[in-house]
């Protein structure tokens, strides 16, 4: 017997399942995993109302192609500028729509950011593993089998019916540019005040070796005043450390627990999500903020995750 | 720096990013200090300071992840130098102790050999020596479940592999640098590999699937290929020789 399902036809090569992430397990080894763009992930739940960090299907650069197998389902797709197409009709951004069975959904690329997400109405019948959905590909935890989502699979949904509410909308959120803040540390030390100097007054760019586990920037290169090895300690998404190299590479979601390398800055969580979504080549310019600071920004962005919910509407009739 | 200004600087906060706090027992691998980090943690554990996310115990540092809607930096440093002023109980905490066995040359003694050329010692003493210390595990991470284990005797001390084994399975026994590892799941390594274990330090599917904490002491025992054979399979909780006090 087949429940509700939605079923990846050409899903592209790095589709995962991710919610809001894993805590409480970083002591055993686990990563916290979790969107890249939390912020995005947020957005496409809420517009098919689910809470906001309910699990949804991550995909990089491009989603692929979808068909669902239930009587229909309500989906929406965010992350900036990712063309989506239902049996060939433009599906305008930000905007919710019912796929019915035997319709195809087709998610293009997106000329500005990197990481989609898919979310569906009632989201994905899967059970969580260590109190998550999010996939941890290389120690196959999580989401699907622990795995991407290859062709061929079906994702098992809760809702076999979209519900007959009024499609919802939103405007598209103003992209900043400002500078990536971070906060100095944990070992700033280990480095020339020089080298501090280089990081927040050079402009380091994106590359193509990015992933959920760690993008690598290409700039300046930094030197160490007390050599490249420290005792292993633990690490967080958000840590710049820097090898023998002197290049720096920024921490994602997928990074392990520890690292032997120096930390000479950590971007704030509210920033991560932002650099995440930089494609390869983006410049990107760091300042540097006291905790303090941190914590009032990060007040913000946590008042404007709540906020999502509340600035999805019904889609105004003239569109519908 | 003198030793005594070394006390004063320690413990050292340091932030990890808006949401973490890196507390630093010293610049230095040693059990003492170890034992320190896990003090702290028990201390937290049992204490009610609000907003702790989670703790990330390593050799030397202690990482507390926190909520700062519901605790600030200040407090929450302040609440930390309280449980360290109270004195870290390093003492009473003994944490569990292990005897894993191992078939030393299991599946091939390639490895083995080359420990043996690059420490000038025959195997079997390589063997004799690997067995008869008594490690700690300090930190379970890089892998899932993977226990980082100090305490090699320094005979043993060697650089790693120049190219690391891609692909090694659940329950190896490696060493490199200064340090062991058993392998926890399928992962590649630059440690060499001088054994294999029935146990796995990771258990998929199981509610608590990681066997070893910081602060767990280990013995290897050697084995035979065939004793390995009827071993494998049998519950690796089987394997603990002493519960924490």
């Known amino acids: 017997m087949h429940g509700p399902a939605l079923r990846a036809i050409a899903p592209t090569p790095f589709v995962t399942i991710q919610d809001g992430g894993r805590r409480g397990w970083r002591r055993f080894g686990l990563a916290g995993a979790g969107a890249m763009d939390k912020m995005s992930l947020a957005i496409a739940n809420s517009l098919v109302g689910n809470r906001a960090t309910e699990a949804a299907l991550e995909f990089a650069y491009a989603g692929g192609e979808w068909t669902v197998e239930a009587g229909s389902c309500r989906i929406a797709i965010a992350g900036a500028g990712f063309s989506t197409k239902i049996d060939g009709v433009v599906l305008p951004p930000l905007t919710s729509a019912i796929l019915q069975r035997g319709q195809r959904l087709r998610i293009g690329s997106s000329p500005r950011q990197v990481w989609g997400y898919l979310a569906v109405a009632g989201g994905f019948a899967i059970a969580p593993q260590f109190g998550s959905r999010s996939t941890h590909v290389r120690t196959r935890i999580g989401g699907l089998r622990g795995g991407t989502i290859q062709a061929g699979a079906s994702l098992p949904l809760v809702a076999y019916r979209a519900n007959d509410e009024p499609e919802r909308t939103m405007s598209i959120p103003h992209e900043e540019e400002d500078p990536c803040r971070v906060v100095l540390g944990p070992q700033d030390d280990f480095f020339c005040e020089a080298s501090v100097s280089l990081l927040l007054n050079s402009e380091y760019h994106v590359t193509w070796q990015q992933d959920r586990m760690a993008y690598r920037l290409d700039g300046p290169k930094l030197s160490h005043s007390k050599g490249y090895n420290i005792i292993s300690d633990a690490v967080m998404p958000g840590c710049i450390q820097v090898p023998g190299t002197g290049t720096p590479i920024l921490l994602m979601r997928d990074a392990g627990t520890v690292g032997g390398y120096p930390k000479i800055a950590t971007v704030i969580e509210a920033d991560l999500c932002r650099v995440a979504q930089m494609r390869p080549g983006s410049a990107v310019k760091f300042v540097a903020i006291s905790v303090a600071e941190a914590h009032a920004i990060r007040r913000r962005y946590l008042a404007r995750l709540q906020l999502i919910a509340e600035e999805t509407g019904p889609l105004p009739s003239a569109l519908t | 720096?003198?030793?005594?200004?070394?006390?004063?600087?320690?413990?050292?906060?340091?932030?990890?990013?808006?949401?973490?706090?890196?507390?630093?027992?010293?610049?230095?691998?040693?059990?003492?200090?170890?034992?320190?980090?896990?003090?702290?943690?028990?201390?937290?554990?049992?204490?009610?300071?609000?907003?702790?996310?989670?703790?990330?115990?390593?050799?030397?540092?202690?990482?507390?992840?926190?909520?700062?809607?519901?605790?600030?930096?200040?407090?929450?440093?302040?609440?930390?130098?309280?449980?360290?002023?109270?004195?870290?109980?390093?003492?009473?905490?003994?944490?569990?102790?292990?005897?894993?066995?191992?078939?030393?040359?299991?599946?091939?003694?390639?490895?083995?050999?080359?420990?043996?050329?690059?420490?000038?010692?025959?195997?079997?003493?390589?063997?004799?020596?690997?067995?008869?210390?008594?490690?700690?595990?300090?930190?379970?991470?890089?892998?899932?479940?993977?226990?980082?284990?100090?305490?090699?005797?320094?005979?043993?001390?060697?650089?790693?592999?120049?190219?690391?084994?891609?692909?090694?399975?659940?329950?190896?026994?490696?060493?490199?640098?200064?340090?062991?590892?058993?392998?926890?799941?399928?992962?590649?390594?630059?440690?060499?590999?001088?054994?294999?274990?029935?146990?796995?330090?990771?258990?998929?599917?199981?509610?608590?699937?990681?066997?070893?904490?910081?602060?767990?002491?280990?013995?290897?025992?050697?084995?035979?290929a065939a004793e390995l054979d009827l071993l494998t399979g049998v519950p690796s909780d089987r394997f603990l020789s002493a519960e924490d006090e």
């Open chain 2, 1 to 224: 720096m003198s030793g005594t200004n070394e006390l004063c600087i320690y413990p050292r906060f340091a932030a990890v990013g808006d949401t973490g706090l890196s507390v630093e027992f010293a610049s230095v691998i040693d059990p003492a200090v170890s034992a320190l980090v896990r003090a702290l943690d028990l201390a937290i554990a049992a204490s009610d300071i609000p907003g702790i996310v989670e703790t990330i115990p390593s050799f030397r540092t202690l990482l507390v992840v926190y909520e700062p809607e519901d605790i600030g930096l200040d407090t929450l440093t302040q609440q930390l130098q309280h449980l360290v002023s109270l004195g870290l109980n390093v003492r009473s905490i003994t944490g569990r102790s292990w005897t894993i066995p191992v078939a030393y040359g299991f599946p091939d003694d390639e490895d083995l050999r080359e420990v043996a050329a690059a420490s000038k010692l025959p195997p079997d003493e390589i063997v004799a020596i690997h067995s008869s210390a008594l490690y700690r595990v300090y930190v379970v991470g890089f892998v899932p479940g993977l226990p980082v284990l100090g305490g090699l005797p320094t005979a043993l001390h060697l650089s790693r592999r120049p190219d690391p084994r891609p692909d090694l399975p659940a329950g190896r026994v490696m060493i490199g640098g200064m340090q062991g590892i058993i392998v926890p799941m399928p992962m590649p390594s630059g440690y060499y590999s001088l054994g294999q274990t029935p146990v796995r330090p990771y258990q998929r599917g199981a509610a608590n699937p990681f066997l070893f904490r910081p602060g767990d002491h280990i013995r290897f025992q050697p084995i035979t």
